[in-house]
């Protein structure tokens, strides 16, 4: 499968996820072909751990080991599963008995008739009302594990029905079955989801490591780089510095990031990949008439945008044809929105088809019109199989992905008519599109897993190497902030713990005056004077120039704010020092901290 082993540190390395789903798209491919890489190193024991209820997760690794994304050097592990296997040995024993429970109890199973669960509502509740305790069942029906909702209780129970742990907190619970499977050695947890992230938090320790991959924007839709958080996003980015490691799938990800919560050196780039496919020789017809979408019928892909399109590239070219594979919640409107806009005849919905592939590989192009991706692995699949892509320039992956004109092309976001102007465009010409198929095939391939086995592998390298120079911010204070004829001049003082808060040589300083109407950035970088006795006593002096006929041009007309920026190792904090308005090639400000 890697034909390069790149090296990784020793230890057990866990892809953290609620579920595995077999339903499920790029990201668990993602997280399944990076546990196989790992599997493939000495040293190195690849798991992957999930939190949720899976009452049939045996079968799930069956069926995904009979498609090869999974092997059987990956482990697989869910947390209930694993207490209700333990031998009274590793479990140990505990002390007061787990009382009985006085409610109405809904018995579950799993599909070999095996008991896996007890679930208890109040009398008259609905069967989809929040239970208040859920058992966890050993295969004798025992239990191993109880969920209480309140108060909230998460108990650990021995083979005699003895309370062996409690934890008040699922995340307490999680951390410590996850040092447990870990055991003794290196640690590495890596988190594809940001909404179960939270439950790690705090599991940073110094044979722990902690990774987190985010696949999408943290903006939603267009947003800016400053705009509003995603509710997901909101409860994580404020502590980054809590991870050793956080990816993006892109460098334009990456440095938006870096704009909002500071250039920390634990953020990484690692694109996502694809298994390289030769094509036949000679290759199959391409129908210059067909194009295709592979996508969760759901709001993000915004599938309305390309019925739209698809009806007006009819207007000029009847024969035009769209193949849709995917399901979701909104598949009947858009079925609705195809009649209505009288395309019906011209549109099939296929719903999951795993010949989606073959139909790629005939097509003359893939479309996509989502509102946000990260990476999207759909249109690397496409491009391995030598179909050109049509897409939404859009945060993030496209435009990385497509060199425009060559071997596809990009498109102003929402701009439907454009978008079946590029469709007129490619299908009116046959050798266009072998031009254009050749190209995407060989971008693909620069996607292969062998890079992204070694973009990995230095994520782990660095995460493993920056254990020692982990730094906390608990308080920091700005004294004397001047900006001034061109030169700011300020005095930082900062309370600070971790293992790198010694290297007092290693904070860095930012000045960044950014546009409120545009969002437009510009820093510039400060000299940072380390303190003589320490950060907390007499501080960090902070001293730059700017270049006000540079900095005034680059805001144009609008309000400007000014805020400092200080990086140690892999914290950040931030404060705004200045408000002002840049008008006539001036910059003038009515408020300086």
């Known amino acids: ?21 077999l339903d499920k798209g790029g990201r668990t491919a993602v997280m399944l072909m990076r546990a196989r890489m790992l599997a493939e190193h000495d040293g190195v024991r690849s798991v992957i751990a999930t939190v949720g209820d899976l009452p049939d997760l045996d079968r799930t690794r069956e069926v995904l080991l009979e498609r090869g994304t999974l092997t059987e050097h990956v482990e697989v592990a869910n947390i209930y599963d694993d207490y209700a296997t333990r031998d009274r040995a590793t479990l140990g024993t505990g002390t007061d008995e787990l009382p009985a429970v006085d409610l109405a109890a809904t018995a579950v199973n799993r599909a070999d008739g095996t008991p896996y669960q007890v679930v208890y509502r109040h009398p008259g509740a609905t069967t989809d009302a929040r239970p208040e305790v859920v058992d966890y069942l050993r295969a004798d029906g025992s239990v191993a594990v109880r969920t209480t909702l309140a ?14 742990r409690c934890h008040e907190t699922r995340a307490a619970f999680v951390q410590q079955w996850l040092r447990e499977l870990v055991g003794p050695g290196d640690g590495f947890v890596v988190s594809d989801s940001r909404r179960v992230l939270p439950l790690l938090l705090g599991l940073s320790e110094r044979r722990m490591h902690l990774v987190a991959a985010f696949h999408n924007p943290h903006t939603p839709g267009g947003g800016r780089w400053d705009s509003a958080l995603k509710a997901p996003y909101a409860k994580v980015l404020g502590r980054l510095h809590a991870l050793d490691g956080v990816v993006l799938l892109t460098e334009r ?49 915004r599938i309305s945008h390309a019925l739209r399109a698809l009806e007006i590239a009819r207007r000029t070219d009847p024969a035009l044809r769209l193949d849709i594979y995917g399901d979701g919640a909104d598949r009947a409107v858009l ?11 011209a549109v099939t919905f296929h719903g999951y088809d795993p010949g989606a592939r073959d139909a790629i590989a005939t097509a003359a192009a893939f479309v996509l019109t989502s509102v946000h991706e990260g990476y999207p692995l759909a249109t690397l699949e496409a491009m391995s199989r030598g179909c050109p892509v049509i897409s939404y320039d859009i945060r993030y992956g496209p ?13 102003a976001p929402g701009d439907v008519e454009a978008f079946a102007a590029r469709i007129l465009d490619l299908t009116s010409s046959a050798d266009l599109v072998a031009r254009m198929s050749a190209a995407a095939h060989e971008k693909a391939a620069e996607h292969s897993p062998r890079r992204f086995a070694e973009d990995w592998a230095r994520v782990f390298r660095t995460v493993k190497a920056q254990e020692s120079s982990r730094v906390t911010f608990h308080g920091v204070v700005v004294h004397a902030a001047r900006l ?8 930082l003082r900062a309370r600070a713990t971790g293992t790198g808060a010694s290297d007092v ?10 546009g409120e109407e545009t969002g437009e950035v510009v820093q510039t970088p400060l000299d940072v004077r380390a303190p003589k006795i320490s950060p907390r006593v007499d501080g960090f002096r902070i001293a730059g120039d700017l270049d006000t006929l540079a900095l005034a041009t680059a805001m144009g007309e609008q309000r400007v704010r000014v805020r400092l ?26 408020r300086v901290s």
């Not at 499968?1 to 789903?21: C, D, I, K, N």
Request: hydrophobic share 40%.
């Open 1 to 21: 499968m890697f034909p390069h082993r790149a090296l990784v540190p020793e230890g057990t390395y866990v892809s953290f996820a609620s579920a595995l789903r």
């Open 151 to 164: 108060p909230r209780l998460f108990e650990i129970v021995d083979h005699d029905g003895r309370v062996v």
């Open 253 to 301: 990800h990456r440095d938006e990031l870096a704009l909002r919560e500071g250039a920390t050196n634990n953020l990484f780039v690692v694109p996502n990949a694809v298994e390289p496919r030769t094509l036949p020789d000679p290759a199959p017809p391409r129908d210059l008439k067909r194009l295709v979408t592979v996508a969760r019928l759901e709001g993000q892909k």
């Open 335 to 345: 079925e609705g929105r195809a009649r209505e806009l009288g395309i019906d005849d």
């Open 399 to 411: 435009r990385e992905q497509i060199s425009d004109g060559v071997d596809g092309y990009l498109v």
């Open 484 to 491: 001034d004829g061109g030169r700011f001049v300020t005095r």
């Open 505 to 514: 040589g290693m904070l860095s300083a930012t000045l960044d005056h950014i």
């Open 565 to 590: 920026t200080v990086v140690w190792h892999n914290a950040c904090w931030m404060t705004d020092v200045a408000h002002g308005q840049a008008a006539g090639g001036r910059l003038t400000f009515d």
